[in-house]
């Protein structure tokens, strides 16, 4: 019941205390780059456009590889019968 009355931030929030949140985050960012651009300047920028995308790629690849073994990995569980004698699955 409390919380019904409690004001929302942007009812509470004016003008000047948003601009100053808004400055506040823009002051983070630059401290963020100012801290990676030493290392990329020395080695390079961490990964490209492509190759976040080919690793992107390579995880899906991945995840669906391990989904398949899962699948096929409990697929004779629940049958006696779908087993060979060398216990693996038919």
Do not use: V, Y
């Not at 003008?15 to 002051?27: N, S, V, Y």
């Not at 690793?55 to 398949?68: K, N, Q, V, Y």
């Not at 096929?72 to 049958?79: G, I, Q, R, S």
């Amino acid at each position: 019941m409390m919380n019904d009355m409690m004001p929302t931030i942007e009812e509470a929030a004016t003008p000047d205390i948003l601009a100053q949140i808004e400055h506040e985050e823009w002051e983070r960012g630059n401290e963020e780059r100012e801290r990676w651009e030493p290392l990329e300047a020395e080695h390079g920028p961490l990964l490209t456009k492509a190759d976040l995308d080919a690793f992107h790629a390579d995880m899906l690849r991945e995840s669906i590889a391990l989904d398949i073994a899962l699948e096929n990995a409990f697929k004779c569980d629940d049958d006696e019968d779908d087993w060979f004698d060398d216990g693996t699955c038919k």
